[in-house]
T-cell receptor, first 114, second 112 residues
Framework: DAGVTQSPTHLIKTRGQQVTLRCSPK?????VSWYQQALGQGPQFIFQ???????QRGNFPDRFSGHQYPNYSSELNVNALLLGDSALYLC?????????????FGEGSWLTVV | KNEVEQSPQNLTAQEGEFITINCSYS?????LHWLQQHPGGGIVSLFM???GKKKHGRLIATINIQEKHSSLHITASHPRDSAVYIC??????????????FGTGTSLTVIP
């Protein structure tokens, strides 16, 4: 049973460009959350998708957008990249209606903006 | 102020030492998680706690709901325990879905 898979694992983009990161949740999970982790910091919540809709959003600008597909896989899109967007982007999956359920993380996508 | 605070930020121990990492939080929670993150970036869930104490091998996690505090203990530490340990909480409000608040992590290095 595959866990959470993310792609790409590493990428380098130029300031002003756009990037799309992808995530496939653990089998049986219906909820995908995205986090940004800057170097030396804990993950910061970007947004969460459930039933193909953004259910909740953290304190991130509209340049950060997402999508969830019927098969529960998800994308994170970042437009007009800034140098400060360089970070590890983590995807996590879980089941929404089970309080306190274990969360599963992907290995992350390392984004470097130059 | 962060919803989750961890201490210490960095910890170096000799192999075999007993290690304690602390976590305090300021929100009502449905569960608290201890996570392990290795240098490659991937995060592994070690424990999920809503009360009391859990043990898995050399790892022990405790939580005091009244004091809003949790500790992660590692007995007989080993170099392979070297990683970043992150405390995360699931807020108790159902409207928040399963958003987590994360601590900044404790970077542990165990020296042979």
């Amino acid at each position: 049973d595959a866990g959470v898979t993310q792609s790409p694992t590493h990428l380098i983009k130029t300031r002003g460009q756009q990037v799309t990161l992808r995530c496939s949740p653990k089998s049986g999970h219906d909820t995908v959350s995205w986090y940004q982790q800057a170097l030396g910091q804990g993950p910061q919540f970007i947004f969460q998708y459930y039933e193909e809709e953004e259910r909740q959003r953290g304190n991130f600008p509209d340049r950060f957008s997402g999508h969830q597909y019927p098969n529960y896989s998800s994308e994170l899109n970042v437009n007009a990249l800034l140098l400060g967007d360089s970070a590890l982007y983590l995807c996590a999956s879980s089941l929404l209606d089970r309080s306190g359920n274990t969360i599963y993380f992907g290995e992350g996508s390392w984004l470097t903006v130059v | 102020k962060n919803e989750v605070e961890q201490s210490p930020q960095n910890l170096t121990a000799q192999e075999g030492e007993f290690i304690t990492i602390n976590c305090s939080y300021s929100v009502g929670i449905s569960a608290l998680h201890w996570l392990q993150q290795h240098p490659g970036g991937g995060i592994v869930s070690l424990f999920m706690l809503s009360s009391g104490k859990k043990k898995h091998g050399r790892l022990i996690a405790t939580i005091n709901i009244q004091e809003k505090h949790s500790s992660l203990h590692i007995t007989a530490s080993h170099p392979r325990d070297s990683a970043v340990y992150i405390c995360a909480v699931s807020p108790s409000l159902r409207s928040t879905g399963n958003q987590f608040y994360f601590g900044t992590g404790t970077s542990l290095t165990v020296i042979p």
